[in-house]
RNA sequence: GGAGAGAUGGCUGAGUGGCCGAAAGCGACGGUUUGCUAAACCGUUAUACGGGUUAAACCGUAUCGGGGGUUCGAAUCCCCCUCUCUCCGCCA
């Protein structure tokens, strides 16, 4: 959520930063300001009376005190119609607020001033690469093909359990998923810093309007009922993103300056309705409703936070060098980027038997946008509070990890070379053909 | 799912209609004393919103799990919800 205060004190320079996402949200900044002018009248208008009426109930109460009863009718009379006005200026207060409000959650974060401006993916700017594109004697193989080949995933049986894009992993495939998980979450604990927490996979609504999920994306995330209680809907959902809880952990909380900075790994499966996506588009394991993730989330001063956010990068980077599998890091430009961030980088690895490079992590800052929807703030050394920058970056996803993993490491003879790194957790130099 | 108990400031815990934003203790912070440490003593110690100010000072409002009600006035009385604990049932 935006700083009121800034959209207040700041209007034309909130205007020009939600102007270069390009999605139009600039035009709804007058009326937050006419609502947020409303509230205010309103609001001193209420205050006052209450001042009013608190005085006389004051008074009211020394004069039974001294048993002057009838002064004291009187004056209950006279309090009795500001008692009146107060409910009705009460209840405007309320509603200008919540209309206020509403518009304020649905305003997505201010890009960075730092942030290359564009309209689309096509214009993200390579920020780095790292290794080369394999070289195959043959056509390399798609995922879908070797998983097929090698039995690693079953998805016709995927599909029957739960429905197109659902997996049903098999034998090497359901071991590898689980050695990555392990290896990553390995990886990140005692190399990198992190502490590891195992969060909920269903989640309370407001996790998801903390992190700013909703009320925007609603449409996006399954819902979860309890039993045939058709008024349990609306309350719990499966998560996204392992982000959903990690970063709402401390929400409503005023943390110690000392605590800072926070940085906790999860894994977990994240669930996406992708509603919209007709098809899911891809065949094979690039884009379906569940997979699995290791996400990194941090909670830090607002002055380290862009340090920390390229040392997220870095991190989510390691893995791939450690698996061997060659990679692009981009920066989403302002038009690209997502709803919460205020800088996104994204990581891309090569998948040869797609010829393209997926999506397997995306590192963002989303400053004190998602803290202030959350109530999240730390007490400095001088005692007052301020809202932590808040980041998150996937380390990595899975789904889109074990297909660039199989589809760079497939074998002239049909088997999957197994990096280094990773055989201690898998128990194997390869996955045999 | 059934029965009961509870939720108060950083923590413990008093408070059953006005003098309560809230006793007391602990902790923390500042100071005095002190060879050092400890102890003792004095003081300070929630949050948000709004007004005000160059900035402060200052003023007001709200907050005793959440929401609603009664009342001139609610931490306190009434209703609903959430959560925690104990016992019973069921269960991986």
């Known amino acids: 959520m935006l700083d ?3 959209i207040r004190e700041q209007p034309d320079h909130v205007r020009e930063r939600l102007a270069a996402r390009g999605a139009g949200d600039e035009a709804k900044i007058s009326e937050v300001l006419n609502l947020d002018d409303q509230r205010r009248k309103a609001l001193v208008e209420v205050e006052q009376l209450k001042a009013e009426r608190n005085k006389v109930s004051k008074e009211i109460g020394a004069l039974m005190g001294q048993k002057k009863l009838e002064e004291a009718e009187a004056k209950k009379k006279q309090t009795r119609d500001i008692g009146d006005r107060i409910t009705v200026l009460d209840k405007q207060v309320a509603e200008v607020e919540a209309a206020r409000d509403a518009i304020l959650l649905r305003l997505p974060n201010l890009p960075h001033t730092k942030v290359a401006l564009g309209k689309s993916a096509a214009e993200n700017p390579t920020v780095r690469t790292w290794g080369n594109k394999p070289a195959f004697s043959a056509k390399p193989k798609s995922h879908v093909e070797l998983c097929e080949q090698l039995k690693l995933v079953d ?30 979450l390995d990886l990140h604990t005692t190399e990198h810093g992190y502490t590891e927490v195992a969060p909920p996979y269903i989640i309370g ?34 998560l996204p993103t392992a982000e959903a809880p990690v970063a709402n952990i401390h929400r409503d909380e005023i943390l110690k300056e000392t605590q800072l900075p926070i940085r906790y790994c999860a894994y977990s499966p994240c669930f996406r309705a992708e509603a919209g996506a007709a ?27 862009y340090a920390e956010l390229d040392k997220m990068v870095g991190n989510a980077e390691r893995v791939l060098q450690l698996l061997g599998l060659h990679y692009k890091v981009i920066q989403l430009c302002t ?27 995306s590192c963002s800052n989303c400053e004190d946008f998602q803290a202030r929807r959350m109530n999240l703030r730390f007490k400095t050394e001088a005692g007052e509070n301020k809202f932590p920058h808040i980041l998150n970056g996937s380390g990595t996803a899975l789904a889109r ?16 070379y197994i990096p280094e790194p990773l055989r201690p957790y898998l128990k194997a130099d390869k996955i045999p053909a």
Not at 169 to 182: D, F, K, M
Not at 210 to 236: C, H, I, N, R, S
């Open 4 to 6: 009121i205060k800034l």
């Open 155 to 184: 998805f016709a049986r995927g599909a029957k359990l739960s429905g197109s894009g659902f997996l049903l992993y098999t034998n090497w495939g359901a071991r590898l998923e689980r050695a990555l998980i392990q290896f990553l």
């Open 205 to 238: 609504r407001e996790c998801m309007v903390g992190v700013g999920q909703f009320p925007k994306f609603e449409d996006q995330a399954y819902a979860v009922q309890e039993g045939l209680d058709k008024d349990t809907m609306g309350k719990l959902y499966l």
């Open 279 to 305: 098809g899911l588009g891809t065949r094979g394991m690039i884009r379906v409703h569940q997979f699995d993730k290791v996400e990194l989330i941090k909670l830090v001063k607002p002055e380290d936070g």
């Open 335 to 361: 038009g690209d980027m997502g709803f919460a961030s205020a800088m996104t980088f994204d990581i891309e690895v090569w998948a040869p038997g797609q010829d393209q490079y997926l999506e397997v992590s």
């Open 401 to 416: 990890l074990f297909v660039a993993l199989i589809e760079t490491h497939q074998q002239p003879d049909g088997s999957i």
